[in-house]
């Protein structure tokens, strides 16, 4: 299958990992309130892509990607699948290649998503990876999430300006979001592995400089509050009846028949509060949300389904596992239970099968306790994931869905 995952990490090998940086610190004094500048944190960085890899998956269908040109100093965006010799064609203009969620394409990439995990998993989106050539970006602009970025390659110039908003005036384009004014307050060239966090509503201006510019960016969700409502409101209206409807028993004459009087106002509101504090249905409702993948239309399921016998082979074989690092896993505990959210759907887990819940959750790739092969329960839950491509086993031969 074109843009297909290969797999991430297997158990035992050391994840990169962030050395010298104060976690603690940074969620006190930074996350969400300013950004900050990294100077290389890593023990020894390697630049996880090559840039002829990020052109050749512009190139795929089902890859998200934007190719930004400058042209007498305004921009251009084209979408992609790109044509394979566009690159050839783009001459001295400054240009900048963006490729959205190459985590799912690259495990090598994957993997810089491990470091940033003191963040809650279900707030992760992506690692989007941009080429720049030498002055190529993309514009002053804002975005409304969190933001790493990562120098993965050649040096890169950031300006931070003003706090914006839904408010702040923008240039007339079609397709970009660029700030009409740009207030720098502070500037860096950024190394290879050096990081810059940017909160949102932040201005920022990157340019490269130099050819050969490689930048990741590990963004972080954020839902509107709009978007929660309307979620939420959706799901409840699905279960309500036509027949449940106001009532008013024992009405009493009014004064004034034009009047909307503050019990029947009260009995209303009640009617829709009532519906909506619902804690537990909101839980099962966001953890579903939130788990979604963000390209649901892609099916990666594998091209032979598994069965429960072959399932349990595998595992009192002690088949090393590992997560599509396309889907999404998150688990809320709830009174009896440890509900598992995977790819959208929620599943209730007792017992062994909750402890495998939190395990899942925890570890993007693991080996399962070989006794947990007589355990129904277990196994039914591993089929399910496996069959809808969420799960696979290094010694399933049959499961290639993610290496074609």
């Not at 990876?129 to 602009?141: E, K, L, N, Q, R």
């Not at 963004?219 to 309500?240: H, K, V």
């Not at 892609?298 to 389904?305: G, H, L, Q, R, T």
């Amino acid at each position: 299958m074109a843009g297909a995952p290969r797999a991430p990490p297997l158990p035992g090998e050391t994840p990169m990992h962030l050395h010298d940086f104060d976690i603690d610190l940074f969620l006190r004094d930074y996350w969400q309130q300013k950004p900050l500048l990294i100077r290389n944190p890593w023990a020894q960085w390697s630049n996880p892509l090559a840039p002829e890899e990020l052109a050749g998956l512009a190139c795929e269908e089902g890859v998200e990607s934007r190719l930004v040109v400058q042209v007498d100093g305004d921009w251009t965006m084209e979408q992609g699948p790109l044509a394979e010799d566009r690159f050839a064609s783009l001459g001295a203009s400054p240009w900048t290649l963006l490729v959205q969620a190459v985590d799912h394409q690259v495990p090598d990439v994957a993997t810089l998503i491990a470091p940033f995990r003191f963040i809650p998993d279900w707030r992760i989106d992506d690692v989007m990876v941009s080429y720049a050539s030498d002055g190529g970006g993309v514009g002053p602009h804002f975005d409304q999430y969190d933001v790493f970025l990562i120098q993965g390659a050649g040096r890169r110039r950031w300006r931070i300006g003003q706090a914006c908003d839904d408010t702040s005036p923008l240039r007339p384009h079609a397709d970009l979001r660029l700030l009409a004014t740009f207030d720098a307050t502070d500037e860096w060239v950024l190394e290879p592995g050096d990081i810059l966090y940017v909160p949102p509503g932040i201005a920022h201006d990157g340019v490269a400089v130099g050819d050969d510019c490689m930048t990741y960016s590990v963004g972080f969700r954020a839902p509107a509050r709009s978007e929660l409502i309307e979620g939420w409101t959706d799901r409840l209206l699905e279960g309500l009846g036509e027949d449940d409807r106001y009532a008013d028993p024992a009405l009493a004459r009014q004064a004034n028949p034009g009047e909307i009087v503050p019990a029947a106002l009260a009995r209303l509101q009640a009617m829709v509060l009532e519906q909506l504090g619902d804690p537990a249905g909101f839980a099962r409702w966001f953890g579903e949300y939130s788990s979604t993948r963000k390209y649901p239309e892609i099916d990666w399921s594998p091209e032979a389904a598994i069965d429960p016998a072959a399932m349990q082979a595998l595992v009192a074989e002690g088949a090393p596992l590992r997560r599509n690092p396309a889907s999404r896993f998150a688990f809320v505990r709830a009174e009896d239970a440890i509900w598992l959210f995977v790819d959208g759907a929620s599943h209730d887990c007792t017992g062994a099968c909750a402890a495998l819940a939190q395990q899942l959750c925890a570890d993007e790739a693991l080996e399962i306790d070989p006794a947990l092969a007589d355990d129904d329960a277990v196994i039914a839950l591993l089929v399910l994931l496996h069959n809808q491509g969420s799960i696979a086993f290094e010694d399933d031969e049959e499961d290639d869905a993610w290496d074609d």
